[in-house]
């Protein structure tokens, strides 16, 4: 069982900044009932390259998977425009990469005017509710991770994994092209990056192209992806790259069913 002042499981070890946090190993867990070979696991997931990775590595890596399953992917949508927030993929394409990928997916919803607070407790109600059905663990794919969001898992009762963790960035990105995970862009802030590189495959080409003062990753906000094909995907998800539309700043790359 981990230690009562260590909430996450984390593949960093062996630098002062990944120090900082508390770093287990996934078999500290506390046991599986006989019943239950695994932990149950929620996943944070936007439909992006930074989730993906992070369910391949839970799903393939014997120090996650003979410990974990992946039971649930919790996803945030916009409800005035239906479409995943912040990235702007339309919840029936979001659909479908949940059933290519074979997982139950829980929707949450905010609003266009939702404010910090709003998304926070719709967080926390969200995995409360996960816990309720059987969760114990929670994952994201951030390399970043938020103080406040290490708070809500602790609050709720939940332990912490993130494999991605104090990854450097410029490497992640391009193990996962070597991965095989396929991923458009399908948003970037226009202030960083022009329409060029908006509905493009994240590849060694868009990398190649990106301004120096871009993190290769896109962790500051410079795009976001969405992922439709992959080692752990049942078939690829049938979706097409469509308009481009500039709004309230970003480029967004809208994807239609194929």
């Known amino acids: ?25 996934p078999s500290k867990l506390s046991a599986p009932s006989r019943e239950q070979a695994h932990q149950d696991l929620a996943m944070f997931w936007s439909g992006g390259k930074d989730c993906a990775t ?34 702007g993929v339309h919840s029936t394409i979001l659909d479908r ?3 290519c990928l074979g997982i139950k997916l829980k929707k949450t919803y905010i ?8 998304y926070e407790q719709m967080i926390e109600n969200a995995l409360r509710e996960e816990r309720n059905v059987g969760a114990k663990v929670v994952s994201s794919g951030d390399i970043f991770i938020d103080k406040r969001r290490r708070a809500t898992v602790r609050d709720v009762g939940m332990q912490g994994c993130f494999p991605l963790y104090g990854k450097n960035t410029a490497s992640h990105v391009r193990e996962l092209i070597d991965l095989g995970l396929k991923a458009w862009v399908v948003c ?24 120096a003062s871009v993190d290769p990753c896109g ?13 752990m995907f ?10 481009i539309v500039l709004r309230e700043g970003f480029y967004f790359c809208d994807l239609t069913v194929d």
């Open 1 to 25: 069982m981990l230690p009562t002042d260590a909430t996450d499981i984390t593949a960093a070890a062996g630098t002062e900044q990944r120090a900082t946090y508390p770093v287990d190993d």
């Open 111 to 118: 609003t266009r005017t939702s404010t910090m607070v709003d």
């Open 97 to 99: 990469e949940a059933a």
């Open 219 to 231: 962790e500051y906000g410079e795009y976001h992806t969405f992922v439709f094909d992959g080692p």
């Open 188 to 211: 970037v802030n226009s202030a960083l990056l022009d329409q060029s590189f908006v509905g493009c495959q994240v590849d060694t080409d868009f990398l190649n192209r990106l301004p």
């Open 54 to 87: 992070a369910l391949y590595i839970i799903s393939t890596m014997e120090r996650y998977r003979t410990h974990l399953r992946v039971s649930s992917l919790v996803t945030t949508l916009t409800r005035d425009y239906d479409r995943i927030s912040g990235h």
């Open 234 to 243: 049942r078939e690829p998800v049938r979706c097409r790259r469509g308009q």
